[in-house]
């Protein structure tokens, strides 16, 4: 018997046992397969251990992708992690050639996956206030939201969790420095049935421009030491 020959549901079953690449490279045998790479059915789950990865054309974006998870372990998102008043050219020229790429496919996701239930990104230095809070107001299941070592997350996200993370349940802002205990204060005063998490973050202590005073509610080095 031919795999060509096997019902739908088989195809889609063993489908689910291979890995993106894998997938991709069976679809290309004959249409039948392409078909059932094609299949939002096939793609509820979706995992990248690098940003080139989302580069790739071995995946389908859908409105049955429920989880979603984009962690990037590399010693470029050090410099991602640095102000971008404190790069030198360098280290501009290395963040310009992917700092796009999260916040771009996370617009796809926006546009094309609604259903989605759990987003984890650790690791994207890039990833922005704005792109985290379109996320919500688009993908109004959103169960759980777990951001590690994204710099440029602030307040802001977490002022948008209380305003559009009507189902939330679970929230990480772990080692994001640029989180405050005032804004982790207002997600538990305004969503107390969130379980919220915040590792280091709001004790971290964030770069600051020169001349540029820490905001009240952030303790100077000395004290946060205590």
């Not at 974006?61 to 790069?87: F, M, Q, T």
């Not at 305003?163 to 005032?182: I, K, M, P």
């Not at 997600?187 to 709001?202: I, T």
Request: proline fraction near 4%.
């Amino acid at each position: 018997m031919h795999i060509t020959q096997l019902n739908r549901e088989c195809l889609l079953h063993l489908f689910s046992f291979l890995d993106k690449d894998s997938r991709r490279n069976l679809a290309k045998t004959c249409s039948h397969l392409r078909d059932v790479f094609l299949d939002p059915l096939l793609w509820p789950l979706l995992n990248f251990n690098s940003l080139i990865e989302l580069k790739k054309d071995n995946f389908l974006l859908g409105p049955a992708l429920r989880y979603l998870s984009i962690r990037w372990h590399s010693s470029r998102v050090k410099v991602c992690n640095i102000e971008d008043w404190l790069k030198n050219t360098f280290q501009r020229d290395i963040c310009s050639k992917h700092e796009n790429l999260v916040n771009d496919f996370l617009l796809q996701v926006c546009h094309r996956c609604p259903n989605l239930l759990s987003l984890t990104l650790s690791g994207c230095g890039h990833v922005t206030d704005d792109c985290i809070t379109l996320l919500l107001r688009s993908c109004p299941y959103l169960r759980t939201l777990s951001l590690e070592n994204c710099v440029r997350i602030t307040n802001q996200t977490l002022a948008a969790v209380t305003l559009y993370g009507g189902s939330l349940q679970t929230l990480n802002v772990d080692f994001c420095r640029n989180v405050s205990q005032a804004g982790l204060k207002q997600v538990r005063e305004k969503c107390p049935l969130v379980a919220l998490r915040a590792e280091r973050s709001a004790a971290m202590i964030p770069d600051t421009q020169p001349g540029q005073k820490l905001t009240p509610d952030r303790p100077g080095r000395k004290h946060s030491q205590r």
